[in-house]
């Protein structure tokens, strides 16, 4: 099982990045898929999620309205459309499959930096 994440980089606010997670070694359609991200010294936050069964999707407060998670099974990809990006979204973001068929996998992690 491994997650490999893609399209972190430096950005401007208000710029726009978009993330990609590539998924093997199991079921990727029937699991969930999950986006976090870790500031230095703190816990890793979840910021955006879905399921594999009928893509339902739910976000952290902090980015709602400006990030959109999405999924495309027949590529066993995830994403994160990032917009209107922050200063405070600059942080390693990472993709995980939270679930036990799928080895509760997390990839190796993609830096975003937003400034100017």
């Known amino acids: 099982v491994q997650l490999v994440e893609s399209g972190g980089g430096l950005v401007q606010p208000g710029g726009s990045l978009r993330l990609s997670c590539a998924a093997s070694g199991f079921t990727f359609s029937s699991y969930p898929m999950n986006w976090y991200r870790k500031y230095p010294g703190k816990e890793r936050e979840l910021v955006a999620a879905i399921q594999g069964t009928d893509g339902t999707t739910r976000y952290a407060d902090s980015v709602k309205g400006r990030f959109t998670i999405s999924r495309d099974n027949a590529k066993n990809t995830v994403y994160l459309q990032m917009n209107s990006l922050k200063p405070e979204d600059t942080a390693v973001y990472y993709c995980?499959?939270?679930?036990?068929?799928?080895?509760?996998?997390w990839g190796q992690g993609t830096q975003v930096t937003v400034s100017s």
């Open positions: 995980r499959c939270p679930a036990s068929g799928c080895y509760d996998t």
